[in-house]
């Protein structure tokens, strides 16, 4: 192996710099060259590909996004057009591939090595829900973005005795909303997994303050089916008492964020591990942190495959919120 690329796929967050940059570096120790692509599949299926060298990523590890960019391509689902871009990568002599994104990207590196390509994954995405690691890249700081919010709001909350809903990102996976919930003390969580109903957040936020509490968070995952339009409009028209319920989405400011120091870690050894995972051989896996190490799993595996939360920790959300 002399030639490797490297990629970022899907939704942007933050630590993906770092991983872009360790994988750059390490490579370049072991005398690789490494190329990188721009954004995403689409850059693949264009030529948008360039070398990168140590120098072309410094100073980008205390960013948040990705200097490569980022984008969405629906032609990479035609087989013929992957065909396409693993001959584009074998006449510049790129020997394998590492893709640094969420769920949907790894569905695409695992039809890349079903190919014949060699391909590593690296698990990014703020929504901790790709099979395969524990935590994902970029989890950390959309966290604690999304915390000092809750605890900003409830200052304010606390002030004039009512009650906030913050929305979360996380379409098909609560798990955003549920940690936020739990480290800035929210009285509700409203997720994906669990089916709620806007009269039972109601029951919820009156009877916090019928046990005293001068305020009343309310933590939603923009993907709930009790999101927060619904929750609203119902307050809207049956809870007229509850008009003082004030609603903030955080959206992507949670994508936006400087990377934490986790997440510069993180990133820094997913992107040391993956050319590591290539120099011995090994490649059709997703690097990943589980039980408090890298791991990798075959991308096959976690390829489509829903992530399940955790029951213990939903159920933490009820007996703490009291």
Same mark, same amino acid.
């Given at each position: 192996?002399?030639?490797?690329?490297?990629?970022?796929?899907?939704?942007?967050?933050?630590?993906?710099?770092?991983?872009?940059?360790?994988?750059?570096?390490?490579?370049?120790?072991?005398? @690789?060259?490494?190329?990188? &692509?721009?954004? %995403?599949?689409?850059?693949? /299926? !264009?030529?948008? +590909? *360039?070398?990168?060298?140590?120098?072309?990523?410094?100073?980008?590890?205390?960013?948040?996004?990705?200097?490569?960019?980022?984008?969405?391509?629906?032609?990479?689902?035609?087989?013929?057009?992957?065909?396409?871009?693993?001959?584009?990568l074998?006449?510049?002599?790129i020997?394998?591939?590492?893709?640094?994104?969420?769920?949907?990207?790894?569905?695409?590196?695992?039809?890349?090595?079903?190919?014949?390509?060699?391909?590593?994954?690296?698990?990014?995405?703020?929504?901790?829900? @790709?099979?395969?690691?524990? &935590?994902?890249? %970029?989890?950390?700081?959309? /966290? !604690?973005?999304? +915390? *000092?919010?809750?605890?900003?709001?409830?200052?304010?909350?606390?002030?004039?005795?009512?009650?906030?809903?913050?929305?979360?990102?996380?379409r098909?996976?609560?798990?955003?909303?549920l940690?936020?919930?739990?480290?800035?003390g929210?009285?509700?969580?409203?997720?994906?997994?669990?089916?709620?109903?806007?009269?039972?957040?109601?029951?919820?936020?009156?009877?916090?303050?019928?046990?005293?509490?001068?305020?009343?968070?309310?933590?939603?995952?923009?993907?709930?089916?009790?999101? @927060?339009d619904?929750?609203?409009?119902?307050?809207?028209?049956?809870?007229?008492?509850?008009?003082?319920?004030?609603?903030?989405?955080?959206g992507?400011?949670?994508?936006?964020?400087?990377?934490?120091?986790?997440?510069?870690?993180?990133?820094?050894?997913?992107?040391?591990?993956?050319?590591?995972?290539?120099?011995?051989?090994?490649?059709?896996?997703l690097?990943?942190?589980?039980?408090?190490?890298?791991?990798?799993?075959?991308?096959?595996?976690?390829?489509?495959?829903?992530?399940?939360?955790?029951?213990?920790?939903?159920?933490?959300?009820?007996?703490?919120?009291?």
């Amino acid at each position: 192996m002399k030639r490797v690329a490297v990629l970022t796929s899907g939704g942007d967050a933050p630590g993906m710099n770092a991983a872009i940059r360790a994988v750059t570096r390490t490579a370049v120790f072991h005398g @690789l060259e490494v190329f990188g &692509v721009r954004n %995403g599949f689409y850059g693949l /299926l !264009n030529g948008l +590909i *360039d070398p990168l060298g140590p120098r072309d990523v410094g100073g980008i590890l205390q960013h948040g996004g990705t200097v490569l960019g980022s984008a969405r391509c629906d032609e990479f689902h035609d087989e013929a057009n992957r065909h396409a871009a693993l001959a584009d990568l074998e006449r510049r002599g790129i020997d394998a591939l590492v893709v640094i994104g969420g769920s949907g990207s790894q569905t695409g590196s695992a039809a890349l090595k079903a190919l014949g390509f060699p391909v590593i994954g690296i698990a990014s995405t703020i929504d901790n829900d @790709l099979c395969g690691s524990d &935590v994902t890249l %970029g989890v950390d700081t959309a /966290l !604690n973005v999304a +915390i *000092d919010a809750i605890d900003k709001l409830r200052v304010t909350a606390s002030s004039h005795n009512r009650a906030s809903a913050v929305e979360t990102m996380g379409r098909g996976c609560g798990y955003l909303a549920l940690m936020a919930g739990i480290a800035g003390g929210a009285e509700c969580v409203v997720i994906p997994e669990v089916e709620t109903t806007p009269e039972e957040v109601v029951a919820i936020i009156r009877g916090s303050f019928e046990r005293g509490k001068s305020h009343s968070i309310i933590v939603v995952a923009e993907g709930a089916p009790c999101n @927060l339009d619904r929750l609203i409009a119902y307050c809207d028209e049956h809870e007229p008492g509850l008009a003082t319920l004030r609603a903030t989405r955080l959206g992507h400011i949670q994508r936006g964020g400087t990377p934490t120091s986790f997440d510069r870690i993180l990133g820094s050894r997913f992107g040391h591990a993956a050319i590591e995972c290539l120099r011995r051989g090994e490649s059709g896996v997703l690097v990943g942190w589980i039980d408090g190490h890298v791991c990798t799993t075959p991308l096959e595996e976690i390829a489509g495959k829903p992530k399940q939360l955790d029951e213990e920790t939903i159920r933490l959300t009820r007996v703490l919120a009291r």
